[in-house]
């Protein structure tokens, strides 16, 4: 039994139950794939397209962003959105690594 990331999580783990969290929900998977690849999004766009409030979307652009997995840049009054590919990469690349080299 391995015993000592009982208490501290190594630091590749650091941030996984973040990204975990928020990709846990059904509406945030449906934000992210809405997304095709190199696409820059605002919250206009992705409420024009989406059956929930612009408050509701906000929210789940909010907690994405919190977790790294989009950017974002504001232009004049619009901020845009787009996924960090490369956060979310790493996380679940640690998470593979680890059940491939622990199993």
């Excluded at 139950?17 to 820059?40: C, K, M, N, Y």
């Excluded at 989009?70 to 790493?90: A, H, M, P, Q, T």
Aim: aromatic letters at 6%; charged letters at 25%.
């Amino acid at each position: 039994m391995l015993t000592e990331h009982i208490h501290k999580l190594p630091q590749e783990w650091r941030d996984v139950s973040s990204v975990f969290v928020a990709l846990g929900d059904e509406q945030r998977q449906r934000i992210l794939l809405t997304f095709e690849p190199g696409e820059r999004l605002n919250v206009s766009q992705l409420v024009s397209v989406s059956a929930l409030s612009r408050t509701a979307v906000s929210h789940h652009l909010k907690v994405l962003h919190h977790a790294g997995i989009l950017d974002s840049e504001k232009i004049g009054k619009e901020v845009y959105f787009w996924i960090n590919r490369d956060r979310v990469s790493e996380t679940l690349q640690a998470v593979l690594d680890y059940v491939k080299n622990n199993t």
